[in-house]
Each structure stands twice: as structure tokens, then as C-alpha cells.
């Protein structure tokens, strides 16, 4: 899901990117009229300003490849939920390690600049964290978010 990382508006258009780069088709979009742009969520496109819309609208590629972090605080699916509603919560749905790309879908949230992964997703990826000798945090027992 694509939306405005400042005023929350989900994805509500579409955008043709072939005016911008060859091979990059028709991708979904969030309009911010408040903002006055227009955020994208493309792979193989660096982050950042990549064009401007025919209304003038300037084209943000949301983007990112990041590293593991040092921890990741495991919870479960409900306290996802819980802290989606209270705080800003982006998906990172894989981890860039030595240009080879891992897919551990965990959640980051940047006031706190915590990584959240759920039991599910941790029990698929256990091989590759301890791979990584990364940190878990069990925050399971926690109630208030």
C-alpha cells in the first residue's frame, strides 16, 4: 500500500512512468494535493524527486533498500495492529545484505527507530536472522502500545 508518508492518503491513482524510463509501465500512486505530490513505490529506481506530473506535481519514489538492523522486537499480529493505529508504521518487506537482497517482511517505526517483526514471519525467517547474528526482542507479554 502507497500513501503519504505526512498527511496518510492511501494510493488513490495511477501513474505512467514510461514518460520517465523506458520499461517502467503503468504503477499505482498516492496523490497528495496537499502536499503537491506524487508518491511511487518502485524497485530499480532510486529514491528521491524522479520527474514531475503534467499538473506539476513532483514524483517521489518511496523506495528504499535497507540493511538489517542490529534487533528486531518480535510481536504479535495483533500488536502490529495496535501500533499501526497509534503510530506511523512503514513495511519493509526485504533487507539488503552484500548486494543480495533477503525477504524478511518486518515493520519500522521511525519515532523510536524500532523494527517490529510478527511470530509468523520470524518463524519463516529464523535461519537467516541467526544467519546475521541479529538480536530478538520479545515484546509478546506487552500489552499497551
Known amino acids: 500500500m502507497i500513501y503519504c508518508p505526512v498527511h496518510q492518503i492511501q494510493e488513490n491513482s495511477k501513474l505512467d512512468l514510461s514518460s520517465f524510463f523506458k520499461g517502467f509501465g503503468e504503477v499505482h500512486a498516492c496523490k497528495c494535493k496537499y502536499c503537491k505530490k506524487t508518491y511511487i513505490d518502485v524497485r530499480g529506481i532510486k529514491s528521491g524527486v524522479v520527474g514531475h506530473t503534467s ?25 502490529i495492529k495496535k501500533l499501526a493505529q497509534n503510530n506511523v508504521l512503514f513495511e519493509i518487506p526485504e533487507f539488503l545484505v552484500k548486494n543480495k ?3 524478511v517482511k518486518s515493520f519500522y517505526e521511525p519515532s523510536m527507530q524500532r523494527y517490529y517483526i510478527n511470530e509468523e514471519c520470524y518463524k519463516n525467517c529464523i535461519d537467516i536472522l541467526d544467519k546475521f547474528l541479529i538480536k530478538m526482542i520479545d515484546e509478546r507479554h506487552i500489552t499497551v502500545f
Not at 506539476?56 to 523506495?63: C, E, M, Q, S
Open 101 to 103: 537482497l533477503y525477504r
Open 55 to 79: 499538473k506539476g506535481y513532483d514524483v517521489v519514489n518511496l523506495h528504499k533498500y535497507y540493511s538489517f538492523p542490529k534487533s528486531f522486537y518480535l510481536v504479535t499480529k495483533d500488536q
